[in-house]
Nanobody, 126 residues
């Protein structure tokens, strides 16, 4: 049984940093493209970043470029999202998700991801 578990969320002041982790179990992590998504209260879910199986293809939504960095360690079966210079608008529940029927360049279409973690809350507030 494949499972994803997010951790690392919390309360941080504007300008601060957090590192989210997504730990996979049950199936080798390199079988999957991994994406990070977020959903703020009253807002639609949106893609944040994704990384291909080998790490050679990475995508970010425009609003986080230069501030967030995604990485994966297949040996540790973990994907990370380093978040720097956090802003109040980054406040959301962050979800890790895995896609199997995605090849080449990773995409941030939520419908392409079939396995989802439980989410971890990130709150950016002074």
């Amino acid at each position: 049984q494949f499972q994803l578990v997010e951790s690392g969320g919390g309360l941080v002041q504007p300008g601060g940093s957090l590192r989210l982790s997504c730990a996979a179990s049950g199936i080798p992590l390199n079988y999957y493209v991994i994406g990070w998504f977020r959903q703020a209260p009253g807002k639609e879910r949106e893609g944040v970043s994704c990384v291909s199986r080998s790490g050679s293809s990475i995508s970010y939504r425009d609003s986080v470029k230069g501030r967030f960095a995604i990485s994966r360690d297949n040996a540790k079966a973990t994907v990370y999202l380093q978040m720097n210079s956090l802003k109040p608008e980054d406040t959301a529940v962050y979800y890790c998700a895995a896609a199997t029927r995605m090849f080449g360049e990773c995409l941030l279409s939520g419908t392409d991801y079939v396995h989802w973690g439980q989410g971890t809350q990130v709150t950016v507030s002074s």
